[in-house]
């Protein structure tokens, strides 16, 4: 994530664990994995948690580097320690904040989507690894944008340290449902060419739990397909994994990006059909100008994707691309093969006289847009890794804006003011992405956090935190619930409006042993939201969670899912939902 790169700045090995009281009376709250792009906003709401009552609280961030033999870089990961024979997994690097008081601690890895699923998934499950404690950087001059006091960071005590390090996660944060999480693995694994290690099981012939890495064509970072369940036997150990739940936090829009480099073709780019954006991006167009509006005809576009494995590239395959005719997987198959095929893995495919690139990681993405000549990319929109920048413009879908009532002129990002040193950017409520929330943009998804009954009740009071504060701080996506204004100036926000309709993916009930279910929208709450400070009683407008009996809980995938909405107070959506079929 840029503002990460930006905002570390110089490191320095610190030694400095009495600089703080001490932290053994804390307790672990929640410790995630998942998705960058709720890393800001639940950094925003762990550090409100953490200064409830008005107690003194503390705060770390790291960007880590790859996890390579020898690495002196590889400061926080997820290491999952499941085996086929002697081959292991790979342990994945990520950004890493953590934050604490005495009323308790909280921390996130940003990883990918699909990656921290995985990983809460696995039987075992998965563990938060850190670099020595004596070897962790910490920025003495400059200061993470994500805290409201313009405080720097500190140290991690030894009390934090050891609550995190070797210690398993307790939820994930994801851009797609578990179960589309599950679909993308065993596509990228048994579909489009990167499997390496076969499942040794009896019956599972021609299948494979882990994968060849999905490599950046710009950069250093990969993608690792590694197998998981969501229900019944963990394909490595055996071992039943523990049901889980999700928690609904809010949805944001994907967005296009244009390279606007001097002299650059997409510099005066504006929009992009359904159509044309699958043509382009599957390389059927041969990424020709003429498939975006306001690019010269005869310029030669460069599309860059991400990795099969990621939230955002299955959020925008199947809401824009295979609704629009293609897939950006065409041609993209066999994904170890070695040279003279080298093209296809890092990608770097041929299509006139453009090139189809790929990109790895939400940072990966943006920066090879940013410098990239003649480059087309994606992202989920976030203030903090998607802001305004000199270097890019974003695009409409269909003419239609996915983030602004009205298209500006030039197609700059919004930005945020710092303040006093705080990324901050409010919103007042209900005015957020407002095409996402009336139905009319077709490229989003919802933002969830899964966890289990034993994580459920801390997962929950994080969440809810990041939907309370999400408009007066970072707001990068529109909140699930209503939310009562925080402040008598302030807006109540009635809450998400529009939902999808959920599906079975393919590819989670053809290959033995995996799970069957039964699609489910999810509960309606029925309890009204009753604000005090701005009076009204809101409704909630959708479906989606877990009713308090557990007796709807919401199942199956729903990236891409039919659109459903807006609701209202007079035009609620009726439980059951619509089923859908799955469209992939």
């Not at 967005?255 to 606007?260: G, K, S, V, W, Y």
């Not at 005719?325 to 066999?334: A, D, I, L, P």
Request: aromatic share 8%.
């Amino acid at each position: 994530m840029k503002s990460l790169q930006r905002t570390i700045g110089a490191l320095a090995l610190v030694a400095c664990a009495a600089c703080v009281p001490s932290a053994s009376a804390q307790t672990l709250k929640v410790l995630t994995a998942g998705s960058s792009a709720q890393f800001g906003p639940f950094a925003v709401a762990a550090y409100a948690l953490a200064k409830s009552g008005g107690v003194t609280a503390f705060h770390y961030t790291v960007k880590s580097g790859t996890c390579t033999t020898g690495s002196t870089t590889c400061f926080a990961s997820i290491a999952d320690s499941r085996k086929v024979g002697t081959a292991t997994i790979p342990n994945e690097p990520g950004n890493l904040w953590v934050v604490w008081s005495t009323n308790g601690i909280w921390a996130y890895l940003s990883v990918d989507s699909t990656v921290g699923v995985r990983a809460f998934q696995a039987a075992p499950r998965a563990k938060l690894t850190l670099a020595a404690a004596a070897s962790l950087p910490l920025s003495t001059t400059s200061n993470y944008l994500f805290w409201n006091d313009s405080t720097h960071d500190t140290a991690l005590t030894s009390a934090v340290y050891a609550a995190l390090n070797g210690k398993a996660i307790t939820a994930a944060n994801t851009d797609i449902r578990p179960e589309d999480a599950l679909f993308a693995t065993n596509r990228a694994l048994n579909t489009l060419g990167y499997g390496s290690i076969a499942d040794p099981r009896s019956g599972h012939a021609g299948q494979y739990l882990i994968g060849y890495p999905i490599e950046s064509k710009f950069g250093t970072g990969v993608a690792n397909p590694v197998s998981f369940a969501i229900s019944g036997a963990d394909p490595f150990s055996g071992t039943t994994v523990t049901p889980f739940v999700t928690i609904p936090v809010g949805a944001a829009p994907i967005i296009f990006l244009a390279n606007t480099n001097s002299g650059a073709a997409t510099a005066t780019a504006t929009n992009v059909t359904t159509a044309n954006a699958a043509s382009l991006f599957s390389g059927h167009g041969n990424c020709a100008g003429s498939l975006v509006t306001g690019v010269a005809a005869t310029a030669a576009l460069n599309p860059i994707l991400r990795e099969p494995l990621s939230g955002t590239m299955n959020t925008v395959e199947y809401s824009v691309f295979v609704p629009g005719g293609f897939s950006q997987e065409t041609g993209v198959s066999n994904g170890h093969v070695a040279p003279p095929n080298g093209n296809i893995n890092p990608l770097q495919l041929p299509c006139g006289t453009g090139h189809r690139y790929r990109a790895i990681g939400t940072g990966d993405e943006v920066k090879d847009v940013q410098t990239q000549a003649n480059s087309i990319g994606y992202s989920f929109f976030s203030y903090e890794s998607t802001g305004a920048n000199a270097t890019y413009r974003y695009i409409t879908l269909n003419g239609i804006d996915p983030i602004a009532a009205t298209y500006p002129t030039g197609g700059a990002l919004p930005s945020c003011g710092s303040g006093a040193g705080f990324l901050s950017c409010p919103k007042a409520g209900g005015t957020s992405f407002p095409h996402l929330r009336n139905g009319t943009y077709p490229a989003w998804s919802i933002y969830r956090v899964v966890t289990d009954s034993a994580g459920l009740a801390n997962a929950q009071v994080l969440a809810t935190e990041a939907q309370t504060l999400v408009n007066s701080t970072i707001p990068d996506f529109v909140p699930f619930n209503p939310v009562c204004a925080v402040t008598a100036s302030g807006t109540n926000d009635p809450g998400l409006a529009v939902y999808r309709e959920h599906y079975v993916p393919s590819t989670i009930t053809t290959i033995p042993d995996t799970i069957t279910l039964t699609p489910k929208d999810g509960p309606r709450n029925t309890t009204n939201v009753n604000c005090t400070i701005v009076r009204a009683s809101l409704p909630h407008l959708t479906l989606g969670g877990t009713d308090p009996a557990g007796t709807n809980t919401e199942a199956g995938g729903d990236v891409g899912g039919g659109i459903e909405g807006p609701f209202s107070a007079t035009h609620l959506p009726t439980v059951p939902g619509p089923t859908q079929t799955s469209t992939h």
